[in-house]
């Protein structure tokens, strides 16, 4: 079976100067506006200008535990790397456009309008043993048979989806000294195409005869699902960019808070925005969205493989290479050794649930330091669920009302620990998140981002 490795090379080569945690480091900005608001809704009362205006924001995020960044721009062999070692693959692909929007800030109330686009394609603890015989063909080094016993769900996923928001936030308490505001972003869900397939409590052994893989003396619990675009073909970039195909059919919400401690004497007559202290807490992607095109399935099966069947159990080798999700279901259905349990046409998919906490010190005039984290609120071994990382950023920065530079030092539970730069000229900003450990080290995430926003 074809991974979709092939296509996460492609969308990350094809946008060099785009990015992720999203936009790590300028998304607690003092500059304030749109781009903060994402993170936080309440952060819309602290824009400096009447209206700010986003023309363009993308970033993309490629992290993992397998390959690094020396690998990817090598053109090694990929499909072969990502399933090396014994300890499961994982891998996440998150790729995020802000689209064109408009806030207003009246008195202590600000609103925004805001559209948006969203790519997400996964492999969640996915066995090396199964990872290289279902796409390889084979598992290097072993001549005889490889056991497996994996007592959790492996899944590998693929997802799409628009949206457009609407934000509401609110001083509730301003002085010389301290403002406390709230903000609430209500988003409607247009679902895209989706493509999910799981083995949950994994139990068999991969036999290594005549130069072919066969599963054997093997059960499992198997989710199959697509929607959309998906359902044809998963190496193919374009068929993750049908955004709005399945209509509106879906809601969340992000709900946030905001503390300030003004900086009353400010030493900085640049400045954008004078504050000793910036704090915000936020809870986003509150909601799920419903997959009902015309293709839709989602289907439960159990795998029962006999030991010691004629001729020699599932040939894996006739999944090398697949890369239609529909007809991988056909060849296990075929094979006898799938019985379905249940069957559903439309389905819900739950968006990924997360806690953001920050704070950002003044240090001394035109230095700051941010502490960011974000902690999911789901599971991400749950079928249904679209997948988010564990994140702890620590950001010093130099920043202006013009000019800003920024170093974000990230920490994830898929990518370990990575070191980015980024810089904003006015309204224009690029960077990434792990561009310095990428240069300097075997990086196993490369992100980047760029964007273009003004106030009026």
């Known amino acids: 079976m074809k991974t979709p490795l092939l296509l996460l090379t492609t969308m990350l080569c094809a946008g060099s100067a785009i990015a992720q945690e999203h936009f790590t480091g300028i998304s607690t900005s003092r500059r304030g506006g749109l781009l903060n608001a994402s993170l936080n809704p309440a ?25 690094s960044f020396g690998d990817l721009v090598s053109g090694n062999d990929f499909d072969r790397l990502i399933f090396e070692g014994g300890e499961p693959t ?32 996964d492999f969640v603890d996915v066995d090396t043993g199964l990872g290289n015989a279902v796409t390889n063909g084979n598992i290097p080094g072993i001549t005889e048979f490889y056991n497996i016993n994996a007592g959790y769900n492996q899944r590998v996923s693929g997802t799409s989806w628009g949206e457009i928001g609407l934000t509401v936030a609110h001083d509730f308490f301003n002085n010389d000294l301290h403002k406390f505001s709230g903000g609430v972003t209500g988003r409607l869900l247009f679902p895209g ?3 999910n397939i799981a083995l949950g409590q994994f139990r068999g052994r991969i036999d290594n005869i005549n130069d072919n893989v066969y599963l054997n003396d093997a059960s499992a619990n198997i989710n199959i699902a697509y929607s959309g675009s998906l359902a044809e073909d998963f190496t193919d970039s374009g068929n993750f960019t049908d955004f709005f195909a399945g209509g509106l059919n879906g809601f969340a919400a992000d709900i946030g808070v905001n503390y300030q401690l003004k900086d009353i004497v400010s030493d900085d007559s640049t400045a954008v925005s004078n504050y000793r202290l910036n704090v915000g807490a936020s809870v986003r992607n509150l909601g799920s969205m419903t997959f009902k095109d015309d293709n839709n399935r989602n289907t439960n099966y159990v795998l029962d493989i006999p030991n010691g069947v004629a001729p020699a159990g599932l040939n894996l080798n006739q999944f090398e290479d697949v890369s239609d999700i529909r007809q991988i279901e056909d060849i296990l259905r075929n094979s006898g050794y799938l019985t379905g349990e249940s069957v559903s046409r439309d389905f819900k998919v739950k968006l990924p649930a997360t806690l953001s906490l920050y704070a950002d010190v003044k240090v001394i005039s035109r230095f700051y330091f941010t502490a960011f984290t974000q902690q999911r609120l789901s599971d991400d071994s749950d079928n249904e669920q679209i997948t988010a990382q564990r994140i702890w950023t620590f950001t010093p920065r130099y920043s202006t009302k013009w000019f800003e530079a920024y170093v974000p030092v990230t920490n994830s539970d898929i990518s370990d620990t990575n070191v980015g730069i980024g810089f904003r000229v006015g309204g224009f900003f690029i960077g990434s998140g792990s561009a310095i450990t990428a240069l300097l080290s075997d990086a196993t995430q490369a992100d980047a981002y760029f964007g273009f926003r003004f106030g009026i």
Request: hydrophobic fraction near 45%; charge should be positive; charged fraction near 15%.
């Open 193 to 195: 195409t989706y493509a």
């Open 90 to 121: 994982n891998l996440r692909l998150d790729a995020k456009i802000l689209g064109p929007a408009l806030s207003v800030k009246r008195g202590s109330w600000a609103f925004a309008f805001t559209t948006g686009a969203n790519v997400k394609a």
């Open 43 to 67: 952060e819309l009362t602290n824009q400096q200008t009447a209206f700010d205006v986003n023309v363009f924001n993308f970033g993309i995020n490629v992290a993992n535990n397998k390959i």
